[in-house]
């Protein structure tokens, strides 16, 4: 699936399993009154499943470099490729967490990711809802009550993970901040936002 170009979905090319797991997001958002706007967001978003162990490179989800990654369900790992192809793990999505991209010269934004368990996410252009947002206005809450609250969330996370001066003090925290999920998360990758450096 070529996902630079945008896939406009249809009853048939996705599965009962996304289609629950999309209205159970943006419903309680946008509201069921408004389905033209869902259906708007629906037709310009692209599903992309994966597996445990599978991953998804930036050169598919980055798009022209303003997508945004929303997690469904699951639990996936961002990260970036070092020069000498080591990996620095920057971003633990959990359901509902979003990425946003920005494309930058220097490759600084270009976040691969790895699902730890079997994930379900939706990958839209910005300018695309922003485009939608004219057409209907009730999509600026997917900004305001679900996209940026999210994405702050999981920046803020990162930020003040990598401040942190041991590697102790930042396992502590990386348990603290996700609960219910550090234990699930192989080593080899929380090893890496424990210790600041790539692997």
């Not at 310009?44 to 050169?59: C, D, I, M, R, T």
């Not at 303003?66 to 490729?81: Q, R, T």
């Not at 000498?84 to 600084?108: A, P």
């Amino acid at each position: 699936m070529d996902l630079n170009k945008t896939e406009l979905n249809t009853l048939s090319s996705t599965s009962v399993c996304e289609r629950k797991a999309f209205l159970a997001l943006f419903v309680p958002v946008l509201g069921d009154q408004y389905r033209h706007a869902l259906r708007y967001v629906y037709r310009h978003a692209v599903f992309v499943q994966l597996a445990v162990g599978e991953k998804a490179l930036s050169e598919r989800l980055m798009g022209e470099g303003d997508n945004m990654i929303i997690l469904l369900k699951g639990l996936v790992s961002g990260y970036l490729n070092s020069g000498l192809g080591k990996r620095y793990d920057t971003w633990l999505g959990e359901s509902n967490s979003v990425f946003i991209y920005n494309r930058s010269g220097d490759g600084s934004q270009a976040v691969n990711l790895e699902a730890i368990d079997h994930s379900l996410l939706i990958v839209i252009s910005r300018k695309e809802l922003e485009s939608g947002c004219e057409a209907f206005p009730v999509l600026n809450r997917l900004f305001t009550h679900l996209i940026f609250p999210n994405a702050i969330r999981d920046l803020n996370h990162y930020s003040i993970l990598s401040k942190l001066d041991s590697p102790s003090s930042r396992f502590s925290y990386f348990q603290r901040m996700y609960p219910g999920v550090w234990h699930r998360v192989p080593a080899r990758i929380y090893q890496t936002y424990a210790s600041n450096h790539f692997l």
